[in-house]
């Protein structure tokens, strides 16, 4: 059974700065509908004005996953970490007891475009770490390529949770298959172009829950680029 969760249908905020789409609850968005699949509890669609962003905040208990489209995300944490974010970076920030941390657009003349992920981590209470790996687009055309899992395979960032994470660069003409092991589940998110995923199109800011199924099957129908995770 697939279930899609199209991009008009999600919340929306905007504060000026800030334009963001949400596919689950969040902040004032609340729909007892769309709390969250499996271990996935939040994917946002942020848009953020040149020199803006998010100021000190803290957060714990949560595997916090940036994945920048367009621009350049600033990022500063109280694990005295410091580093800018672009187009194939994947970082991984894993909250744990507690960090606070900081996310503004390094541009002063550019939106950066990025999404934010929030998955449950099987785990709580954990010493609070950090990483970011870059994830050239050679790597992920026509293909879908793990970026984060909890073993660190194939040199992907490491997550404290029961989650893969593959990204995918698939073209018109391309296809691209993962095959779900037996009571796993999958969410597919379509971060731009146009893709079909197990017979249906979906296009930038779909998304996809998969229950039952053996396999996600992805076509591209237009420059499609697409998150695909693998959950328990």
């Known amino acids: ?9 999600r919340g929306h905020a905007r504060h000026g700065w800030l334009d963001s789409r949400h596919s689950f609850s969040f902040a004032d968005y609340y729909d007892p509908d769309h709390m969250g699949f499996r271990a996935l509890r939040v994917i946002n669609e942020d848009h953020v004005s040149p020199g803006q962003g998010f100021g000190t905040h803290p957060h714990r208990d949560m595997e916090i996953i940036s994945y920048v489209l ?21 970082q991984r920030m894993s909250a744990g007891t507690g960090v606070r941390h900081s996310e503004y657009n390094a541009s002063r003349s550019e939106d950066v475009h990025f999404l934010q992920i929030w998955i449950m981590p099987a785990k709580n209470g954990i010493q609070p770490s950090y990483e970011q790996k870059t994830f050239g687009d050679d790597e992920k055309k026509g293909r879908l390529r793990v970026v984060a899992s909890p073993d660190g395979r194939d040199g992907s960032v490491t997550i404290h949770a029961d989650a893969v994470l593959h990204a ?16 796993r589940h999958s969410w597919v998110q379509v971060a731009r172009g146009k893709v079909r995923v ?5 296009s930038a800011g779909d998304g996809a829950a998969l229950t039952g199924e053996a396999r996600v099957s992805i076509e591209g129908v237009d420059g499609g680029e697409v998150l695909v995770f693998d959950l328990a």
């Not at 621009?71 to 187009?87: A, C, F, Q, T, W």
């Not at 995918?168 to 009571?183: C, K, P």
């Not at 197990?198 to 979906?202: C, I, K, P």
């Open 198 to 202: 197990n017979g249906e199109v979906l």
């Open 70 to 90: 367009e621009g350049s995300l600033e990022h500063k944490d109280s694990m005295g970490n410091g580093s800018v974010i672009r187009p194939g970076d994947v």
């Open 1 to 9: 059974m697939m279930i899609v969760r199209r991009s008009e249908d």
């Open 168 to 183: 995918g660069l698939i073209g018109a003409g391309e296809s691209a298959d993962l095959t779900l092991g037996t009571g």
